[in-house]
């Protein structure tokens, strides 16, 4: 049972595109993140979300609580934005953290 | 750079041997968590301390514990090595100790068991 469900696994998309990833949750949560893992490993937090809508530059985050559910927009999509992109979610009974399975993403020049 | 710092980076070593990974929170950082990503697993969530003090516990083998020093520095210590424990291991450091708070990583832990 995965309490955490991306989609979709795999992205190609080309400079410039807009692009959508989606994050689904089962369980409550007190905040949900949105990370990026370049090729060398590196982990950054993009977003930590526990309401609404964030937006850094041409990131924009949004979560739904009642519909367990958030997605990551990046606008004007660039190569350097390739990268996995990994939805976390910390329970909000017992403080687990759950992740998802990542969505690969490439884009094209 | 977050300010977190891990070392080494890169371990290589034998099954059944112990190994510790070492970890450095960003400064004013009171919160130390631990996870490991492995090829087939994922990220996973193993242990997070506060102060001092376990905070939180997740998927963290009864091989692996952890502790956070009164400098705030954390340690993993991973015994009895297996093949399977071959991961990336990240610490993340946080302002505060649970609900909604920045986590900032560190560049990870590669660990090769042979």
């Known amino acids: 049972k995965n309490e955490v469900e991306q989609s979709p696994q795999n992205l190609t998309a080309q400079k410039g595109e807009f692009i959508t990833i989606n994050c689904s949750y089962s369980?409550?949560?007190?905040?949900l993140h949105w990370l990026q893992q370049h090729p060398g490993g590196g982990i950054v937090s993009l977003f930590m979300l526990s309401s609404g809508k964030k937006k850094h530059g041409r990131l924009i985050a949004t979560i739904n609580i009642q519909e367990k559910h958030s997605s990551l927009h990046i606008t004007a999509s660039h190569p350097r934005d390739s990268a996995v992109y990994i939805c976390?979610?910390?329970?909000?009974?017992?403080?687990?953290?759950?992740f998802g399975t990542g969505t690969s993403l490439t884009v094209i020049p | 750079d977050s300010g977190v710092t891990q070392t080494p980076k890169h371990l290589i070593t034998a099954t059944g041997q112990r190994v510790t990974l070492r970890c450095s929170p960003r400064s004013g950082d009171l919160s130390v968590y631990w996870y490991q990503q492995s090829l087939d697993q994922g990220l996973q969530f193993l242990i997070q301390?506060?102060?001092?003090?376990?905070?939180a516990k997740g998927n963290i083998l009864e091989r692996f514990s952890a502790q956070q020093f009164p400098d705030l520095h954390s340690e993993l210590n991973l015994s009895s090595l297996e093949l399977g424990d071959s991961a990336l291991y990240f610490c993340?450091?946080?302002?505060?100790?649970?609900?909604?708070?920045?986590?900032?990583f560190g560049p990870g832990t590669r660990l090769t068991v042979t």
């Open positions: 976390a979610v910390r329970v909000l009974t017992g403080n687990q953290f759950y």
């Open positions: 369980v409550g949560i007190s905040a």
């Open positions: 993340a450091s946080s302002v505060v100790a649970g609900g909604p708070n920045e986590q900032y």
């Open positions: 301390y506060y102060n001092g003090e376990e905070r």
